[in-house]
C-alpha cells in the first residue's frame, strides 16, 4: 500500500500564497498519476491538479494561471504551489495517488488517499 502524508496548509489572506506537499511511502516513480483534490463541506471533492508519471499535467479551470503541480522523484514528494488565493480555493485539500498494475489479462486500478489539510483564505 502508498501512504501519503500532507502538509503546508493554514490560514491566509486572499491574494496569498501557499505550498502543499504530499510525501509518499513508496518511490513516486512507481505511481502513474498523483493529484491533489479539494473538498468543501457537504459538496463534492473535485479535481484541482495532476500529474502523470510521464509528466503530463492538468488543472481546473478554476486554478489555471494560479496553481502549479510538482514533482520531486528524490524526495519521493508533489507540490502543489497555490498563488493569488482566494476565498473560494477554502477547502480541505487530499493528495491522491493512481497505480496502474499491468498484468496479463487486464491493468488493475488501485487509488490511494491523503488525510487531508486544510486551507483557509480569509476576503
Known amino acids: 500500500q502508498v501512504q501519503l502524508v500532507e502538509s503546508g496548509g493554514g490560514l491566509v489572506q486572499a491574494g496569498g500564497s501557499l505550498r502543499l506537499s504530499c510525501a509518499a511511502s513508496?518511490?513516486?516513480?512507481?505511481?502513474?498519476?498523483m493529484g491533489w483534490y479539494r473538498q468543501e463541506p457537504g459538496k463534492q471533492r473535485e479535481l484541482v491538479a495532476g500529474?502523470?508519471?510521464?509528466?503530463?499535467?492538468n488543472y481546473a479551470d478554476s486554478v489555471k494561471g494560479r496553481f502549479t503541480i510538482s514533482r520531486d522523484y528524490a524526495k519521493n514528494t508533489v507540490y502543489l504551489q497555490m498563488n493569488s488565493l482566494k476565498p473560494e480555493d477554502t477547502a480541505v485539500y487530499y493528495c491522491?495517488?493512481?497505480?496502474?498494475?499491468?498484468?496479463?489479462?487486464?491493468?488493475?486500478?488501485?487509488?490511494?488517499w491523503g488525510q487531508g489539510t486544510q486551507v483557509t483564505v480569509s476576503s
Open positions: 513508496v518511490n513516486i516513480f512507481s505511481i502513474n498519476a
Open positions: 491522491h495517488a493512481g497505480v496502474d498494475v499491468t498484468r496479463p489479462r487486464r491493468t488493475y486500478e488501485y487509488e490511494y
Open positions: 500529474i502523470t508519471n510521464g509528466g503530463t499535467t
